[in-house]
């Protein structure tokens, strides 16, 4: 559902030449709507910043889009289609437009700091056959970050090809949404904890998407836990070692049986390996 509303979002790209805040919010809204029933990272529990001080919330023009992860001083993680497939298909996207909030556990970011981003670099690949695959982009910050070692710290990612096994654990943390509650401050982070999925498993369980080596899935079968839309761009990191292996991605729906959530798969070479030469990290 949502790759066929992302790809008619990047045709509308593609013949307008130029995406306005009215029809940014109105994929915002799709994007909602199409998380139906669940609010909110689905089946996990309130968490505090502290437990997860790595996460920042991301913000469009001012309102709520997506989850984030700090990697140094100066570099954030997030998904490609947080900041729409630019440039291929060349959308008015302007880093000034976007903004992160650290060190909150709140998706207004009240309590936290507020950094502007001066350049937002999307993989080269991503969104080439708009089916997900290099869904990552790295914001670098206008100012550094003060890191505060409590509410404010970076995450460690894996060495290129170091790959975690099925049946490990990763915490998901977000703040999903609803439309409703956009403007809802009361609003806490979440986090669940869901195993890793072989990459065979997932093919048969998503056949209507093309799985690919940069995609990490994870999941119940038997469903009910799982990221949600809104937390998209977030971290999944090794429950073990706190280290990050995936970004939130995409899902079909949310938390259903044999539907496992799909993130950006930060292990892989063409992945890990280009974050390496954009950022030294
Ligand atoms: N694409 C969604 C977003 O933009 C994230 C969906 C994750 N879904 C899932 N079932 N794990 O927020």
Redesign the pocket.
């Known amino acids: 559902m949502?790759k066929i509303m992302f790809c008619f979002l990047s045709v509308l790209g593609v013949v307008v030449d130029g995406f306005t805040h009215k029809e940014y919010n109105q994929y915002l809204i799709s994007?909602q709507l199409n998380g139906f029933k669940s609010l909110e990272i689905v089946g996990g529990d309130e968490v505090d910043i502290k437990q997860h001080p790595y996460q920042v919330s991301l913000y469009y023009s001012n309102e709520f889009s997506?989850g984030g992860s700090i990697v140094s001083e100066s570099y954030v993680l997030t998904a490609g289609?947080?900041v729409l497939p630019y440039p291929t298909y060349k959308f008015n996207f302007n880093p000034k437009d976007y903004h992160i909030r650290v060190g909150s556990s709140y998706m207004d970011g009240r309590g936290g700091k507020k950094y502007n981003i001066n350049a937002i670099t999307v993989h080269p690949e991503y969104c080439k056959l708009c089916d997900f695959d290099y869904d990552i982009a790295v914001m670098k910050l206008s100012t550094k970050i003060a890191l505060n070692g409590i509410t404010v710290k970076t995450v460690q990612l894996p060495e290129s090809g170091k790959f975690l096994k099925s049946g490990e654990n990763i915490v998901v943390t977000g703040w999903g949404d609803t439309t409703i509650k956009l403007d809802d401050c009361s609003d806490v982070l979440r986090a669940v904890t869901v195993p890793v999925q072989s990459l065979e498993h997932c093919v048969k369980q998503l056949t209507m998407f093309t799985i690919t080596d940069r995609m990490l899935c994870a999941g119940f079968d038997e469903g009910g836990k799982?990221?949600?839309?809104?937390?998209?761009g977030g971290p999944a990191v090794a429950e073990s070692s706190s280290v990050q292996y995936g970004i939130?991605?995409?899902?079909l729906?949310?938390?259903r049986p044999n539907k496992p959530?799909?993130y950006t798969n930060i292990a892989a070479p063409p992945i890990r390996d280009w974050i390496k030469n954009l950022t030294g990290i």
């Not at 799982?226 to 998209?232: E, K, L, P, R």
């Open positions: 949502h994007r997506c289609h947080c799982d990221a949600c839309q809104g937390d998209s939130v991605s995409f899902g729906g949310c938390a959530g799909v």
